[in-house]
């Protein structure tokens, strides 16, 4: 087993943060990892997932929603090929934080997303290029929800 763990602090509201997270259709206007998310966030759906590995290479994985707790936490299964080939199990978690020192009334929340890899095809995994992926991806849901999202989510 491996497992990536890289977590961000974004300038919004929980709820701003967590809806765009589930906001799967606009995954492609904004998301430089997953770059196409199709199905709908509900425990037990199953969502196809194309994961951008390289310039050159897209993976295609099944994704079974394992968890949902409300603008908490997202847990699913994603599995490439047979499972015991490669899966995954990733998990988004939401906290809110306080308000900053500077005494402004201003919401933040940290966005943590882990992935605890196995299968037989876990040691041909560059797993620099996930943690890379996952930070691009955190920074990039941060920029999305700080500009584009602020103004028209609650």
Known sequence: MAQVNESVEINAALPQVWQALLDFERYPDWNPFIIQMNGR???????EE?????KEKRVRFK???????????????????AGWLLNGVHQFILEPLSNGSDGQNRQRTRLTQKETFSGLLLPLM?????????RAMNEALKQWVETT???TLP
């Not at 936490?73 to 599995?79: F, H, P, S």
């Open 126 to 134: 560059n797993m620099e290029q996930s943690r890379q992926g996952y």
């Open 41 to 47: 966030a509900e425990v037990g759906a199953t969502l």
């Open 149 to 151: 999202c602020a103004s």
């Open 63 to 81: 994704t079974k929603i394992l968890a949902l707790e409300p603008a908490k936490q997202l847990v699913w299964r994603g599995i490439y090929g």
């Open 50 to 54: 194309w994961v951008l590995i390289s």
